[in-house]
C-alpha cells in the first residue's frame, strides 16, 4: 500500500481493512486476542489507572520525536506518574484525506518502537478519514490502563512541610525545540525534544524507595501548572528556588529574546516529584543513575501546608507567587 | 463560561482548567479517585474487553442523536458485542478555535446522559484545542473498558451449520438518517438514527441464554461488511435471506432512488448475532421483548464451515456472494 490516503480508507471496507492490515498490524503485530476494534486481555484485579490524550503537534516529526513517540509516550507518562504500571495502550487516528500513506507507516512504527521501550502492548485501534481541509494532516489519540501495585501506591496526603521538590531534568526543551521545528520567531533548529516514555526510570524508583508523595508529567502548562495543581489538590505549599531549576543555555537564550518562561513551557520526558526529606538523596542519586534522569535535581521544598500555594524565590532573593499558565498562546505543541 | 473556545482553552493553563471545570466535570460528575487526566479505579481481575473509537460525525447533531451520544454508545456497543459489561470510558475532544462552548456543553450533557442509560462512568478525559481551519468543529474520542464475566465467554469456535442469523432490527436507519440531516442528496430530513447503547439488552440476553456464538455492531461498512469478517475470522459461510432483511420504508426508497444498497449503510444501534439453532426462537423472542430489539429477526443461516463466504439469496431466488463495502465513499457518518 502506497500513495495518498482517500476517504474510502475511512469507510470500513476493503481499503480500510486493507490499511489496517498493512500499517497497524504490521507496526503493532498482531495476537489471536487481540482484534483491532476491541481486544480481550487478561488484568490482575485490583485498583486500575485510566489516562487519555489527544496529540494535535505541529510539525508532525520533530527534532527527538515525532507524533507517533509523542502519542505513546505522554500517555505512558501520565499513567507512570500514578503509580500504576502502564499495560495497555488504544490508538486512534484521524486522517486528512490526501496525507502519506508511507508518514502513516513511518509514524506507526515510531509507535511500535516506542511502545516496546516503554513495555506497553498496543491492543486497539480506530481509524476515521475526514475529506480535504476537514482536519490538518493527522491527529492521534491514545488511552492507557495501568495495574496499580498496592506497595507501590503514592500518598500524597502524607506530604509535610521539608518534603523535597525534585525534577528529573532540564525543563522547556520540548517547548523550545518544537517552536523551532515550526520555524516559527526565527528559532534555529537544534535542540531536541526530551519526549521519552518515564515508565521504566519511575519503576525502578518506586521498586527502591518508600517516600515517593506524589509525581506528575509537567507537559502543557510547564513546571508551574503542574505544581500550581499539587499545591491546590492537596493544599500544600512549595516554595521553588529558581537558581536550583535546571534549564538548557539554548532554552534559556530563547526564553530570554522572545519573553517566554521555561517554568511554563512543556516538557514530554519529565517528572516532577514530592519526596520525603529523608529519602531526597537517594532520589536524585537514582534518577541520576538512569539515562533519563541525568540531571535530576532538588528545586524547592514544601514549606507548608493549608494554603495551596507555589511560590518562586527569584536569583534575586525576592518570592513571588505562582499561577497557572495563562494566555501563552502556544498552540499545538502537544 | 460562554462564548467560543480559543486556543488559550488549550494551552494546559487557567482557561483549559476552567473549561474541565466547568463543561465536563460539571456534566460527568467528579469522584474523588476520578481525576480528569488519569482516573485510579477499582476492577476486578480477570480477562478485561478494550475499545477504541474516534468520531467525526457530520453534522453534529442529528434527528436521534448528536456526536456525543455516538460517541458513548458507540464505545459502549463494541465492548458489549465482545460479551463484556462496559464499566469505564475516557472522553478526547479536538476543537477548532471558535467553537461555540454552549454546543460543546451540550454534547456533554449528552454524553453524560448516554452513560448513565448505558451504565458506564465517564472517568477521564483531554482537550485540545486547533487553530481555525485546522480541524472541523469538533472530534471526539471515546475509549471503553469492561469486564469479561468468565460465564458469559463468547464461543465463535463453536459456530455450525444450522446456526442462525439474527438482527435485532431494522438496518440502515443511521446511514440515511445522517445523510438526509446533512441535506446531501436532496432526502428529506424525518429519519431517525438508530443510535443507541445496546449494553443493557446485550447483557439480558447473555444472563438467560448460552448459545450466543458470535456478536458484532454493524456499523461503518454495514450489515454485509460485518458479516463478512465473521466469515473470514472464523472459516463459516453464511447464506442471507434478502425476503427477512428489516429495512424501514423510507430506508428502502432511499436506497432505490440513490443506488445505496441497506446491506452496506451504517448502524449505531444494532446488534447481530449467531446463534444456536436451539436457542433461536428465545433469543428472537428475548430481543424483542426489548425496546431496543422490537423488529428482531432471523435474517440467515450458518450453510457451511472452512469457506469463510457471504451469501445473499435474493427475493427472486438466485444466490450471489456478498463482499466488504468498497468505493461507497460515505464519509464522517460516525
Redesign the interface.
Known sequence: MKGKIS??H????????QLVREVFVEAFGHEEQARW????????????????????IKPLFFPGGDIGKLAVSGTVN??A??G?EPR?L?????LEEGFPVEDLRRIARSMAEEAKRAGVRI?????????R????GL?V?T?G?GR?RPDRRLHPEQIREGDAVIISGTIGDHGIAVLAARGEMGLSPGLFSDCASLSGMISELLSSVRGVRIMRDP????LA?ALV?ICEDFRVTVQLDEAALPVRREVRGACDIFGFDPL?L?NEGKVVLIVAQEDEEKVVKLLRGHPLGREAAVIGRVTGREQGRLLLRSTLGSTRRL????????????
Request: net charge negative; aromatic share 6%.
Open positions: 476517504l474510502a475511512g469507510d470500513g471496507g476493503e481499503l480500510a481493512h476494534d476491541a481486544a480481550l486481555l487478561p488484568l490482575e484485579g485490583g485498583d486500575v489507572a485510566i489516562s487519555t490524550d489527544s496529540f494535535v501520565d499513567i506518574v500514578s500504576a495497555f488504544t490508538a486512534g487516528f484521524i491492543v486497539a485501534g480506530d481509524t476515521k478519514v475526514v475529506e481541509g476537514g482536519a490538518d491527529f489519540h488511552t490502563i496499580l507537559t502543557r502548562g510547564g501548572t495543581e511554563y512543556a499561577s497557572r499558565m495563562s494566555g501563552m498562546m502556544l498552540p499545538r505543541i502537544c
